[in-house]
């Protein structure tokens, strides 16, 4: 047994890196006697909105119900269609079950693994209301490619960002071609909390009006109500994002240092590597190599003391049960990402690794590649 621990988060690390400053932040909020819809969530939204250069932020409870409160706000519900991929984590198709529409799943582009854009027009049809691009792994979609269409066929355009805030295309900003982005604050994200949370971004104020309403049981004042959702940010989960959010560039950074000693080091390797767009700041929330053999080397790597996870081994339309009795529909072959269902592997990659960890990975999976001949 190797006495190597390398683990796939470093989420104490964060903490201890951070202790003084966050342990400040949470004492202030519960000396304040302010936890629910206080003063820190105000401030923590305005830091978010001006970081994603928008105009609001809404913060709630997850990233999920980000996705889907911006689906009831735009009335999206039973007869339409919304367009995204299989190949994403569950809750960006469940949002749009849970708003009662449709999601219609078209195939990745399997050197980016995001979207292929060039399939997008052959799956609209007169019930399709948005497209839900997903940022996968840390890298933009082609937005681009995405307002073109959106634009042409007057359909709306939801920002999956729960794995990119900080990303850029090449001549594109995150929320600068959509009407909206959705984020999460789940401790693993790139800007993580200790729990749950999640924020709707945009430079709509209508909609982020509508969503501070539907994120309050339908208020906006107390006692006058319509139907919403009890889906609020908590004011130390946003007091702990205040002080992470200063970090969030050099953060990023780091994992793209990391991702490069990555490129690097496997680079003469039988692994496909991720591909990074050019002009694209990619801020790898995952690193992923793909093989076939993805099961054996993430046995073996767990033997060196080496955890890998996988992103995501069971595809939405490939889990048991699908799709449960609601409606959904695949536009062609999904055969790219089924491939990247079997064969994606994630490797250490978070802040607070260092770079001999992350050389000690490599090393790993070099000798585990010479031994496959
Ligand atoms: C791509 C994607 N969409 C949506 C979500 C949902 O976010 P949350 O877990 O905060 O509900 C996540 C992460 O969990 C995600 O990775």
Redesign the pocket.
């Known amino acids: 047994m190797s006495d190597v621990k390398i683990g796939f988060y470093g989420h104490v690390r964060q903490y201890h890196n951070l202790k003084a400053e966050i342990d400040k932040a949470i004492s202030e909020v519960l000396e304040s006697g302010s936890y629910v819809m206080g003063p820190k969530v105000g401030q923590f939204e305005k830091e978010l909105a001006a970081y994603c250069n928008m105009k609001e932020a809404v913060g709630n409870n997850?990233?999920?119900?980000a996705?889907l409160l911006a689906l009831v706000a735009w009335g999206i519900g039973p007869g339409d269609e919304v367009i995204t991929t299989s190949n994403?984590?569950f809750?960006?198709a469940e949002a749009v079950w849970l708003a009662g529409a449709t999601p219609v799943f078209v195939d990745i582009d399997p050197a980016t693994c995001n979207i292929d854009t060039g399939l997008i027009e052959a799956a609209i049809s007169p019930r399709t209301k948005a497209i839900i691009p997903?940022h996968?792994y840390g890298q933009c979609a082609k937005m681009r490619d995405i307002a073109t269409i959106a634009k042409k066929h007057n359909l709306l355009v939801l920002e999956?960002n729960?794995?990119a805030l900080g990303a850029r295309g090449d001549d594109f900003g995150i929320g600068e071609l959509s009407d909206a982005v959705?984020t999460?604050?789940?401790i693993q994200?790139n800007l993580g909390c200790f729990g749950?949370?999640?924020a709707l971004i945009t430079n709509d104020p209508d909609l982020a009006t509508k969503i501070r309403r539907l994120r309050n049981h339908g208020s906006l004042k107390r006692s006058f109500h319509s139907i919403g959702y009890n889906s609020r940010l908590d004011d130390i989960h946003a007091a702990v994002l205040s002080v992470k959010l200063k970090q969030l560039d050099k953060w990023n950074d780091h994992r793209r240092s990391i991702a490069k000693l990555y490129d690097q080091g496997l680079k003469d390797t039988s692994l496909k590597l991720p591909a990074a767009l050019p002009g694209y700041r990619h801020i790898y929330h995952l690193y992923i190599v793909e093989t076939p053999k993805r099961d054996a080397l993430q046995a073996y790597l767990q033997e060196q003391g080496i955890t890998a996870l996988t992103h995501y081994p069971i595809a939405i339309h490939q889990q048991e049960g699908y799709p449960w009795g609601h409606e959904a529909r695949i536009c062609g072959s999904l055969e790219h990402t089924e491939r990247s269902a079997a064969c994606v592997l994630s490797l250490p990659m978070y802040p607070e690794l260092t770079p001999e960890e992350a050389q000690i990975a490599i090393e790993a999976i070099r000798a585990w590649d010479k031994a496959q001949g």
Not at 62 to 65: I, L, R
Request: glycine share 14%; hydrophobic share 40%.
């Open positions: 997850s990233g999920t119900d996705l994403t984590f809750a960006t997903v996968l999956d729960a794995q959705a999460s604050f789940i994200k749950d949370g999640g």
